[in-house]
């Protein structure tokens, strides 16, 4: 079992910056893949990022990559997303998951958090 607690959200004006933060408590850590996904109200869950086991690897979908930055400390157990440049559209409640590999698909994630709101507004 891994447990994953999301932090980092909040209200922000468009243009401003948030780094998001997952703690992870369990198993090793250091064994999984890590990502993140969003979801807005009435939207289906959006891929945004993920990293490999050991952060070798990382891999963003084209509607946020240049803006998002996907991290991690295995030492501490924690990943983190960093997104500049946040609109209005980024509005979402974001959450990380677990998985054996890296992967877009949220079917791949054995484990998830329970997220973080970001809110951004224009």
């Known amino acids: 079992q891994v447990q994953l607690v999301e932090s980092g959200g909040g209200l922000v004006q468009a243009g401003g910056s948030l780094r998001l933060s997952c703690a992870a408590s369990?198993?090793?850590?250091?064994?999984?893949?890590m990502g993140w996904f969003r979801q807005a109200p009435g939207k289906e869950r959006e891929f945004v990022a993920t990293i490999s086991a050991y952060g070798g690897h990382t891999y963003y979908p084209a509607s946020t990559k240049g803006r998002f930055t996907i991290s991690r400390d295995n030492a501490n157990s924690t990943v983190y997303l960093q997104i500049d440049g946040l609109n209005p559209e980024d509005t979402a409640r974001y959450y990380c998951?677990?998985?054996?590999?890296?992967?877009?698909?949220?079917?791949?994630?054995?484990?998830w958090g329970q997220g973080t709101q970001v809110t951004v507004s224009s």
């Open positions: 998951a677990a998985a054996d590999i890296m992967s877009q698909d949220g079917s791949e994630y054995e484990y």
């Open positions: 369990g198993r090793a850590f250091s064994r999984y893949a």
